[in-house]
Each structure stands twice: as structure tokens, then as C-alpha cells.
């Protein structure tokens, strides 16, 4: 079983960056395609950016593509996500999450997709 701990969340002025990251335990994430999503107050959980468990592919949603990018290093067992231009609507918390078979189509956007999730980082954008 697999335990996800997000960090690097905090609050940012508007154009700022920021870099989460997730760190996993208890499983080797190197064969799962990993993700992150995101909630905002109010609103239901959203699928932001994936990445394969090669680390080739990546898939963005349209809101974030271009301004954030996924990544990992495997022999660290982390996934980051690096978000820059943050926007107020980026106000969220961030969760990031592993594929519950291994690898997995970094397209398939869905949580019934994804075993394990961290607690979350919250990640507040002032205008």
C-alpha cells in the first residue's frame, strides 16, 4: 500500500510560482503512471496533469497546459509539479495520486483510475 505526502504548497502572488512535491512510501511508484489533481472551495475534484511511468508522456488539462509542468525522479520515489503564472482560479488544494494498476494511459482522467492520494497541499494565489 502506497502513502502519499504532498508538500511545497503555500500562498503566492498572481503571476508567481511554485513547486509541489509528492513523495511516496511503502510502494515503489516506478511502474505507475502518477497524477495530480485539484479542489477548490466549493467545487468538485479535478484531474490537472498525469505523467507515465517512464516519465515520457505527459498529459495537461487545458486550464493548467502551458503554465504547469509534471515531473519525476524515480529512484527518489517523487513527483513534482511545477506551476508558474499562477492565476487566483489556481487556488486549490493539490493532491497527488497513483495509478491503481501499473503503468496506465496518462489520458485516463478519471479518480476511479487512481488507488492511492495523498493528504493534499494548499495552494492559495492572491490578485
Known amino acids: 500500500q502506497a502513502q502519499l505526502a504532498e508538500s511545497g504548497g503555500g500562498l503566492v502572488q498572481a503571476e508567481g510560482s511554485l513547486r509541489l512535491s509528492c513523495a511516496a512510501s511503502?510502494?515503489?511508484?516506478?511502474?505507475?503512471?502518477m497524477g495530480w489533481f485539484r479542489q477548490a472551495p466549493g467545487k468538485e475534484r479535478e484531474f490537472v496533469a498525469a505523467?507515465?511511468?517512464?516519465?515520457?508522456?505527459?498529459y495537461y488539462a487545458d486550464f493548467v497546459k502551458g503554465r504547469f509542468t509534471i515531473s519525476r525522479d524515480n529512484p527518489k520515489n517523487t513527483v513534482y509539479l511545477q506551476m508558474n503564472s499562477l492565476k487566483s482560479e489556481d487556488t486549490a488544494v493539490y493532491y497527488c495520486?497513483?495509478?491503481?494498476?501499473?503503468?496506465?494511459?496518462?489520458?485516463?482522467?478519471?479518480?476511479?483510475?487512481?488507488?492511492?492520494w495523498g493528504q493534499g497541499t494548499q495552494v492559495t494565489v492572491s490578485s
Open positions: 495520486a497513483t495509478r491503481r494498476l501499473p503503468r496506465g494511459e496518462v489520458r485516463d482522467t478519471e479518480e476511479s483510475g487512481y488507488a492511492y
Open positions: 511503502g510502494r515503489a511508484i516506478s511502474a505507475y503512471t
Open positions: 505523467i507515465s511511468w517512464t516519465g515520457r508522456n505527459t
